[in-house]
């Protein structure tokens, strides 16, 4: 019932999204990727997809923000929640260290020096780039080359798309005392390290610091929509 409680909400941010001109990650409010008290990954994340290796190595994906997104983002039956699933298998490669033959990725771009998807997306609403993609891309996304030339300048015509990796702005909001905004490349900051607040997926153990008098809902174990994200009182019509 749970289950089906969280396909609705997050059916309700779907229509919400399509129907305001603002980011569909809006619609979210926080809540969707962060919860205060229930949440079960590091930066007090909601969502995780605990089912997903890297097809690129078969390694974990633990460690990046990959299976944060991919925790919506991938198909319920590869333990997502069905929103605009992505595939690893057939996406560009992450969680890998890059061979600089291939791409120069900017360092502070790499999370734990892997690539991850929040390289290329920074996706807090107060990014108003197409597709929340760290580089202006143009509003219809009519731009694309100018993302590629972050990591891959010798690619792309700079000088006639009127490109210069010394001149280029990427948008981060992880310095919360400089302000969301756009950054020189050498200066754009994509995470903070911050202790591990958050214990890992499963059962609390017995005298656990945190106080284990009362069992949590299902969905805390399951990672699926936080759903008291969009109503403080949720009721179950099924
Ligand atoms: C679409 C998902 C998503 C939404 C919506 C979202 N965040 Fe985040 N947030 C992230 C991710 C991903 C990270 C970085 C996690 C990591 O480093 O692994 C993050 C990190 C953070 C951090 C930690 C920053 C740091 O320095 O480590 C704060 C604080 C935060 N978000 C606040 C917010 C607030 C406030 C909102 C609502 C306006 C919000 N977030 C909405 C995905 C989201
Ligand atoms: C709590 C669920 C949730 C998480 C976690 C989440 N997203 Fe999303 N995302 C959504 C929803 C909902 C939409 C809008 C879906 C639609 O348009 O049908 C969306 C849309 C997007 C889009 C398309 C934006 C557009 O303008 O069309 C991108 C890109 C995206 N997300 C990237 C990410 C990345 C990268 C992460 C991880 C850092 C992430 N999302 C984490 C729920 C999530
Ligand atoms: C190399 C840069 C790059 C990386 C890494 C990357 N993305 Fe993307 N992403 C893009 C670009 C570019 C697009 C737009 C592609 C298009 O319009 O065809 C996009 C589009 C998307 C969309 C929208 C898809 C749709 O239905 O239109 C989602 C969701 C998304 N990315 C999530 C992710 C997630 C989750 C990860 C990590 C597993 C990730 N991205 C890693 C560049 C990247
Ligand atoms: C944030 C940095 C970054 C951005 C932005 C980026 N890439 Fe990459 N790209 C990489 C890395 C890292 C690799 C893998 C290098 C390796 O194999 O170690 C890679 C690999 C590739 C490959 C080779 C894949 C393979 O299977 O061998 C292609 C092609 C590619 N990127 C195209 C693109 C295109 C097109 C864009 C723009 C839409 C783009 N990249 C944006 C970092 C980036």
């Given at each position: 019932?749970?289950k089906k409680?969280?396909?609705?909400?997050?059916?309700?941010?779907?229509?919400t999204s399509?129907?305001?001109?603002f980011?569909p990650?809006?619609?979210?409010?926080?809540?969707?990727?962060?919860?205060?008290?229930?949440?079960?990954?590091?930066?007090?994340?909601?969502v995780?997809?605990t089912?997903?290796?890297?097809?690129?190595n078969g390694?974990?994906l633990?460690?990046?923000?990959?299976?944060k997104?991919?925790?919506?983002?991938?198909?319920?039956?590869?333990?997502?929640?069905?929103?605009?699933?992505?595939?690893?298998?057939?996406?560009?490669?992450?969680?890998?260290?890059?061979?600089?033959?291939?791409?120069?990725?900017?360092?502070?771009l790499?999370?734990?020096?892997k690539?991850?998807?929040?390289?290329?997306?920074?996706?807090?609403?107060?990014?108003k780039?197409?597709?929340?993609?760290?580089?202006?891309?143009?509003?219809s996304?009519?731009?694309?080359?100018?993302?590629?030339a972050?990591?891959?300048?010798?690619k792309v015509?700079?000088?006639?798309?009127?490109?210069s990796?010394?001149?280029?702005?990427?948008?981060?909001?992880?310095?919360?005392?400089?302000?969301?905004?756009?950054?020189?490349?050498?200066?754009?900051?994509?995470?903070?390290?911050?202790?591990?607040?958050?214990?890992p997926l499963?059962?609390?153990?017995k005298?656990?610091?945190v106080?284990?008098?009362?069992?949590?809902?299902?969905?805390?174990?399951?990672?699926?929509?936080?759903p008291?994200?969009?109503?403080?009182?949720?009721?179950?019509?099924?």
């Amino acid at each position: 019932m749970l289950k089906k409680l969280g396909v609705a909400v997050v059916a309700a941010f779907i229509s919400t999204s399509s129907i305001h001109a603002f980011g569909p990650h809006d619609g979210l409010d926080c809540l969707g990727c962060h919860s205060p008290h229930f949440a079960v990954d590091d930066k007090i994340f909601a969502v995780k997809n605990t089912q997903l290796t890297n097809p690129v190595n078969g390694q974990s994906l633990e460690g990046l923000s990959a299976p944060k997104c991919l925790g919506c983002h991938q198909l319920e039956q590869f333990g997502g929640a069905g929103i605009r699933p992505i595939h690893l298998h057939t996406t560009h490669p992450i969680g890998i260290v890059p061979n600089p033959k291939i791409a120069s990725v900017p360092v502070n771009l790499l999370k734990d020096g892997k690539l991850d998807c929040i390289s290329c997306h920074e996706p807090h609403p107060s990014n108003k780039n197409a597709l929340y993609l760290r580089i202006d891309v143009g509003e219809s996304a009519s731009s694309m080359q100018n993302l590629c030339a972050l990591c891959h300048s010798s690619k792309v015509d700079m000088a006639g798309a009127g490109l210069s990796i010394n001149t280029m702005k990427v948008f981060s909001a992880m310095d919360e005392s400089a302000g969301a905004g756009e950054f020189p490349v050498n200066q754009v900051r994509a995470q903070n390290d911050t202790p591990k607040y958050i214990k890992p997926l499963g059962k609390l153990p017995k005298n656990d610091l945190v106080p284990n008098y009362q069992d949590q809902p299902d969905w805390v174990y399951a990672p699926t929509i936080n759903p008291y994200a969009s109503s403080p009182t949720p009721t179950t019509t099924e």
